[in-house]
């Protein structure tokens, strides 16, 4: 075979059956007597994560949040990040100094700290970083455990990740731009919906909505009804791109890390408790559908698609 | 500043300090309560780690061999590796089934599993291990604690992984090439030394044995008498490439993922019982010195270095 193998269902699938059962969650887990230890790892690299507007301390960050955000997606306290980083031989102190600001700012900021690492030289900037965490055993969530009648919700708003991608695409200002570098994962809203015992499952959206819906979908076997005028749409995507774009993007575009979760249908108030959310649907026995004005029609899984394993 | 950076100490003292007190072992290390979760990444790429006549089982095998031998380093037992890999777009089904085996069958004949991970496109082959342990808390083995009077001991021979490049280099057959391409981390031995309580500080010595004992000195604040009779040389290498250049390989060149430790004195019967070992010098208060013949000269660290932070 030959041509670019990437986001092949061919390929995940002989990886998975090479590597036997890994368990498809945003972290791989590990039992250790008391507690789990959830672990994942994630790696960007210039041309398909850095976009030319960002900066060394945003690339620094971004690395950090998106393993951050699969710390949260288990319900789990990040416990330390390790950085495995291939800068280029015309790297500048400045550019370094940046770089490993937004490493440590990121941490910091999430209560959580970088705990070691390797440097390489790489002509292409390749960061990988590992994040650690813990959680109580009866609170982990799992991409598996919705069950038909729960709730399907999400944190925050969607699409303004692609909204901000869009405005310097077309070289608008726009805040969008900054919740494109500058991701924010959602820690203490995935710590405080695992303790409200109110959710069945939970993932991010990092990839978008649509292929977090497909992956939850498959995981549990259930399916999805996903109310369109329900979904909390970011704010001035619409009045930028206008309403079938910004649908769009809040399907499809990559770069929000939310939590997309489940909540059993008694305890919504629970949940509610926990964090701000927004109910968007709810799970059905199968298919993912979009319904609007009263119909439903069947979902296709679009959205930005590299990845594979226990750590997505 | 401009140029390739590392290796240089500016650099490195400077992510040190960005960072804060990045403990300098071969893992980082977290407690957990009753025991120590050890932590460690490393990132590899064709241009730095896979020689040419490398096939990609071995370069699966040789990322999570690496990744091990920090584990065995801190006298740890493995729990668990995760895999980033960042894949040639041209990559065909063959390679990859063969470097998956290669992270597959490594880990596993190691006793652990390839727990999750990460796939993306990449134009140049780039593969980062994360390899996680758990270790007794009284039994950790780190860079600090050896102590003036300690005998200086390695496992098995030194420069073979050296000698495989140059047998490579010069188009000779030589079994040393094996040894270069599929090291065998010392998780059995890391383990039975930490158990026996003989050990006083331990490495692994990846980037030769000059720059392990470069690092065990600042980290415990000694020095080292090493008698070069007394090192053990790999089997043909004097045969090789003669005497002088067997000796520069013994000290300098990287890849042979032995174990370097310090063994209390009175302890070097139960040292022995652990696993096989030979005592190459002992530890003194200052300086690092080569003796021969009964002189002593003062060593000059060199070796392979491109390392950073708390998982060298």
Avoid at 181 to 187: A, K, N, T, W
Wanted: charged share 25%; hydrophobic share 40%.
């Amino acid at each position: 075979m030959s041509g670019n193998v990437f986001g092949e269902r061919e390929i995940i699938s002989r990886i998975s059956e090479i590597l036997g059962g890994v368990e498809n969650d945003d972290c791989a887990v590990i039992d250790t007597g008391e507690k789990y230890l959830v672990a994942t790892t994630d790696m960007l690299h210039s041309k398909t994560d850095f976009p030319d507007i960002m900066n060394p301390w945003q690339m620094g960050w971004m690395t950090v949040a998106v393993n951050l955000s699969d710390i949260a997606a288990m319900g789990a306290q990040p416990a330390g990040v390790l950085i495995a980083a291939g800068l280029p031989p015309q790297s500048d102190l400045y550019f370094i100094d940046e770089l490993f600001s937004g490493f440590r700012d990121c941490a910091a900021y999430y209560g959580t700290t970088i705990i070691g690492g390797d440097t390489d030289s790489h002509d292409e900037l390749t960061i990988t970083g590992t994040a650690l965490g813990f959680v109580e055993k009866d609170l982990v969530l799992r991409r598996r455990g919705a069950r038909p009648g729960d709730l399907l919700c999400t944190t925050g708003a969607l699409g303004g990740a692609g909204g901000g991608l869009w405005a310097w695409q077309n070289s608008l200002e726009s805040d969008l731009i900054t919740k494109l570098l500058e991701p924010e994962p959602r820690l203490d809203q995935g710590r405080a919906l695992a303790r409200s015992r109110a959710v069945t499952a939970m993932m991010d959206n990092s990839d978008g909505l649509a292929l977090s819906l497909s992956d939850l979908a498959q995981c549990s076997q259930v399916g999805f009804v996903v109310r369109e005028e329900a979904l909390p749409v970011a704010a001035g995507l619409v009045e930028m791109v206008g309403m079938e774009k910004a649908r769009e993007m809040v399907m499809s575009a990559g770069g929000d890390f939310e939590l997309v979760f489940t909540v059993r249908p008694g305890e919504l108030d629970a949940a509610r408790r926990a964090c701000e959310l927004t109910v968007i649907g709810e799970v059905v026995e199968e298919g993912i559908w979009l319904e609007q004005g009263g119909k439903r029609r069947r979902m296709v899984a679009r959205g930005y698609e590299h990845w594979i394993g226990g750590t997505k």
